[in-house]
Structure formats: C-alpha cells, structure tokens
C-alpha cells in the first residue's frame, strides 16, 4: 500500500493477514474487535468521529508495540503530530478505565514476564527513572510526550490481561 489513509490502513490491517496482523499488535483479530467493542462500550473517547476506535487502537500499538515515534506513526496513519498525540492518550486513558473496572486474572502473565511484547518499555533503564515519575514516549526530535511511568504501566498491565483473558487458542 502505497501512502493510503488512516482508515484505509486500518481495514488493511483488519482484513489483511492474521500473522502480520498479530505482529502488529500482539494478539489475534477477534481479541482486538472484543477489545475495540469494550472501549466504545465503557469509555469516552475524544477523537474525532472520523477515526475509528480501532485505527485510534492501531496508533496507539503503533507507538507502544512497533516502538515508533509520534512523528513516524502520524506519517504512516495519514496524521498531524497533535493528533497522533491525542489519540494515544485517549487510548490511554481508556486503558486506564479498562484496568480500573476489570479485575486482573489470578492466571494473567505478570508484567515482567509480558514487557518484552511491548517496545515502548525497551527504552527504560532501571534505577534510571526521573524522580517525579515521568518518562518519555514515543520521541523523535522533541515530538515526544511526557507522561506517568505508573500510568503506562498500568494501561499496559489492563491490556496484558485483556488479550489473556480472551486470547483465541
């Protein structure tokens, strides 16, 4: 595909090969179309109505499981920086009210053992964290956001336990 829109990219992805489809984003298609209906179902988003939860979900993994930058992923989506930047968080937000409403599994993989799936994390050296608690995401030449390691983490652990909850076997 050559530069296609952010819609077009997503339908792509959704229709296209399951094994890339799951390199993309760490789990199968029925996991992501369960979580994508669970997000438009419990939480709010503030995205524009012309982007779908599930190109919002493609960005947002783009960032955190491909490891890109904000400026790579707005590029690639067909987007602004801003609006590449407002969509992650609005993922993130929403992640934040997946793991504040659903209990984790007892069976779910603990978070040491899951980090590897997720690139964003690759950067973080440990004993190396700011003292407010803050680290750098997605940067490339400034274009990056500052946000709560804590935050991250738990957002990441939400989704974690999603995909083990309803990974297709």
Known sequence: MTNPSGAERARYLLNGIPNRFTEFCHMDQITFVQLADWLTENTQSN???????????????????????????????????????????????ALQVLREKEELSPSCPSFSTTKSRWR??????????????LIKVGDEAGDGLEISQETLIEALTALNNFIHEHKEY
């Open 120 to 133: 964003v994390l690759r950067s973080w050296r440990p004993g190396k964290s700011r003292m407010d608690g």
């Open 47 to 93: 995205t524009p109505e012309s982007i779908s939860i599930e190109e919002s979900l493609f960005v947002f993994l783009d960032i955190v499981a491909q490891g890109n930058s904000f400026k790579a992923t707005a590029y690639g989506w067909g987007q602004d920086v801003k609006l590449t930047q407002s969509i992650f968080l609005d993922i993130l937000n």
